[in-house]
């Protein structure tokens, strides 16, 4: 069902320090910066890798206030993995895949992602504390 790891999301506080950060430290590029305002987020894409499956990524992700998504898991749980976002060929045939096996969706259709993927999130309760996202990223 999957074809890569996509990319893994990054909760922070500060998305220019952290940038500055995997960059320095990692020598990682930034490939794309985007507030998503439906998401509640300020985020950066920083390329990792490119496999046989796709190009991977990590998702830096600062909140764009507290009571987002993002704002209240850095509340709780402060900096550190958000969620996992696995790369698939057609987001809306994996959702009904996976809901068909009692996953709950926490989107009931595909939403705006990052560098016009179409995105969608499964609970984390339902696996095993994960939040999960699934990706179809944009033809090319
Ligand atoms: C919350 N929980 C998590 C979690 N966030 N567990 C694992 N990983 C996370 N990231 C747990 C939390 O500890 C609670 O467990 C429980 O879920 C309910 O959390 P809550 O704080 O009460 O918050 P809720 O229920 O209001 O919201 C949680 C969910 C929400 C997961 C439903 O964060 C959501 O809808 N996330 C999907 C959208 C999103 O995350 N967007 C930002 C990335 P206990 O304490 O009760 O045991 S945007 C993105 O990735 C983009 C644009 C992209 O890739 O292109
Ligand atoms: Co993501």
């Not at 895949?97 to 309760?125: C, Q, T, W, Y």
């Amino acid at each position: 069902m999957f074809l890569r790891i996509d990319h893994v999301g990054i909760a922070c506080h500060n998305l220019e320090e952290k940038i500055e950060f995997y960059e320095s430290t990692f020598g990682l590029v930034v490939v794309s910066r985007e507030v998503n305002e439906a998401q509640g987020v300020r985020e950066a894409m920083l390329h990792v890798a490119d496999g046989e499956g796709g190009t991977s990524y990590v998702q830096l992700l600062e909140p764009l206030s507290p009571e987002t998504a993002v704002g209240k898991f850095l509340a709780k749980r402060g900096e550190g993995v958000h969620h996992i976002g696995y790369g698939v060929a057609d987001v809306s045939k994996a959702m009904a895949e996976i809901a068909a096996k009692g996953v709950r969706l926490i989107d009931e259709r595909p939403r705006h992602g990052s560098m016009g993927a179409s995105i969608a999130f499964l609970h984390p309760k339902d696996v095993g504390g994960v939040l999960t996202e699934l990706v179809e990223a944009p033809r090319a």
